[in-house]
């Protein structure tokens, strides 16, 4: 009976393993992502940091800023009266 319960307990192992390397998992990095992450920058308006991918870029006064919305991007124009 014990040689029947750690044998169907090593088979169960020997499951998860493999099918931990066949399927992908949660931790895996997608395959469109470096190694290194991706740049993260900070809304001027609100202080939110968010990828670079996802900003809203601006270029102002020869200076680029990344917003996280339009309207930060409005509001920041409004405060700097431009």
């Known amino acids: 009976m014990i040689k029947l319960i750690l ?3 090593c ?4 499951y ?3 099918s931990g390397l066949l399927r992908p998992g949660k931790n895996r ?3 469109n992502r470096s190694k290194e992450g991706e740049v993260m920058v ?3 308006q609100c202080g939110t940091y968010l990828p670079e991918s ?3 870029k601006a270029n102002i006064h020869g200076k680029e800023y990344y917003f996280c919305s339009k309207k930060c991007l409005k509001e920041y ?3 700097q009266n431009l």
């Open 7 to 9: 044998l169907a307990l």
């Open 11 to 14: 088979g169960f192992v020997f």
């Open 16 to 18: 998860s393993m493999i």
């Open 29 to 31: 990095r997608p395959k």
């Open 42 to 44: 900070e809304d001027p």
């Open 54 to 56: 996802e900003a809203i």
């Open 77 to 79: 124009k409004k405060i």
